[in-house]
């Protein structure tokens, strides 16, 4: 018997009052793979990411991690099952340093009869490898304050830090936006990283061909609907954005088995 998906939506919607921002839509992800989540803004991303990180509670369908349906939706029930998120310019306080901002609500201490007191050296020899995993080579000092880091230092700190405390599902939220070329190539490395530790991603971008090579599969929304959901071997990058660009899926593609090959996960 095969394992069942890390992930599993079905029949999801979302409304806030009168407005529907989700639509029924399902979705499975198994753990070791990459899902590009992929669609112009209001398109429905935000609103699915947060139903999965415990911000918001669906107002219809079902959600199961592992097998197992989650009724209690809330951050910390989401963080208890290894679900973690990366968002670009969130997530590290600037003015703390590498150490204390790896283990933030997690610093190991240590005990002198009642008292407790920080492990300051056990969490510069923690963080010391955490970078090593992140592949940054260029700190001198552990202890440099996280805000004179460049972003692309800060966003792999924020990714190495999923694989240090065993995240089995990383949603990466425009992790590149303003970074250069030689930073952009890191984070994507950092998914390939992820991917070979067997941990799911879920890498949300408004381009494709930021994130496409790296996929295993490509979802697609628009208007709060699941326009498809494409395995990357049998798509191009031309055919999803013209997807996008129409705002549908046209049977010319379907017939034509590119596009066409589309698995619609209920």
Not at 14 to 24: H, I, P, T
Not at 182 to 188: G, L, P
Not at 204 to 211: E, L, N, P, S, V
């Amino acid at each position: 018997m095969s394992e069942p998906p890390l992930v599993r939506m079905v029949n999801i919607s979302k409304s806030f009052g009168r407005v529907a921002a989700l639509k029924d839509i399902s979705l499975e992800i198994r753990a070791g793979e990459v899902v590009g989540l992929v669609g112009d803004n209001g398109a429905g991303k935000s609103t699915l990411i947060r139903i999965l990180t415990g911000i918001h509670t669906p107002s219809q369908g079902e959600v199961y991690f592992e097998g197992r349906k989650i009724d209690a939706f809330s951050p910390h029930r989401a963080l208890e099952l290894g679900i973690e998120s990366v968002h670009q310019g969130f997530g590290l306080l600037r003015s703390l340093s590498i150490p204390r901002n790896i283990f933030l609500g997690e610093e190991p201490v240590r005990r002198f009869g009642p008292f407790k007191f920080l492990d300051l050296k056990a969490m510069e020899d923690e963080s010391r490898k955490l970078l090593h995993v992140a592949g940054i080579r260029t700190i001198q000092d552990i202890n440099s304050i996280v805000g004179m880091l460049s972003g692309g230092q800060q966003q792999a700190i924020k990714i190495g830090r999923t694989i240090y405390f065993r995240a089995k599902l990383v949603i990466l939220d425009e992790p590149i936006t303003g970074l250069s070329i030689r930073e952009s190539d890191h984070v994507i490395e950092m998914v390939e990283e992820l991917k070979s530790r067997g941990i799911a991603v879920i890498y949300i971008t408004h381009r494709i061909d930021q994130i496409f090579g790296h996929c295993n599969r490509i979802v697609i929304l628009e208007d709060g609907k699941q326009l498809g959901d494409f395995f990357r071997e049998k798509t191009s990058i031309r055919e999803l954005e013209d997807i996008i660009r129409r705002g549908e899926v046209s049977n010319g593609f379907t017939q034509q088995g590119g596009v066409g090959a589309q698995t619609q996960r209920a």
